[in-house]
């Protein structure tokens, strides 16, 4: 089974069923409007900001963030995360010593 699909990155075609995620993010249009239409629709709702506070949006805006990472920024990070884990280390053995 399809669904016929149309956003402002991508022309309107035939996607299969299997292929797609839903969300909960809808926009209040018609059957068979026009590609300006929903466009138009698209950001009067906003859409592409309620996207992006939905924790799959953000997850993709830090993927998007750690591939443009520099050598050194990629080092810091590493550093920083060696940092945490010591403390929480540090934590849960002084909690299971109690």
């Given at each position: 089974?399809?669904?016929?699909?149309d956003g402002p990155?991508?022309?309107?075609?035939?996607?299969?069923?299997r292929?797609?995620?839903?969300t909960?993010?809808?926009i209040?249009?018609?059957?068979?409007v026009?590609h300006?239409?929903l466009i138009k629709?698209w950001?009067?709702?906003?859409?592409?900001?309620?996207?992006?506070?939905?924790?799959w949006?953000?997850?993709l805006?830090?993927q998007?963030?750690?591939?443009?990472?520099?050598?050194?920024?990629?080092?810091?990070?590493?550093?920083?995360?060696?940092k945490?884990?010591?403390?929480?280390?540090?934590?849960?053995?002084?909690?299971?010593?109690?």
């Amino acid at each position: 089974m399809t669904a016929l699909v149309d956003g402002p990155n991508l022309k309107r075609r035939l996607i299969n069923f299997r292929r797609l995620a839903l969300t909960s993010i809808k926009i209040p249009i018609s059957k068979s409007v026009k590609h300006s239409t929903l466009i138009k629709a698209w950001e009067a709702a906003d859409v592409d900001a309620q996207f992006a506070k939905t924790t799959w949006g953000q997850k993709l805006a830090q993927q998007a963030r750690r591939a443009t990472l520099t050598d050194f920024e990629r080092f810091t990070v590493r550093k920083l995360k060696q940092k945490r884990n010591k403390i929480i280390a540090k934590k849960v053995k002084e909690l299971k010593g109690k």
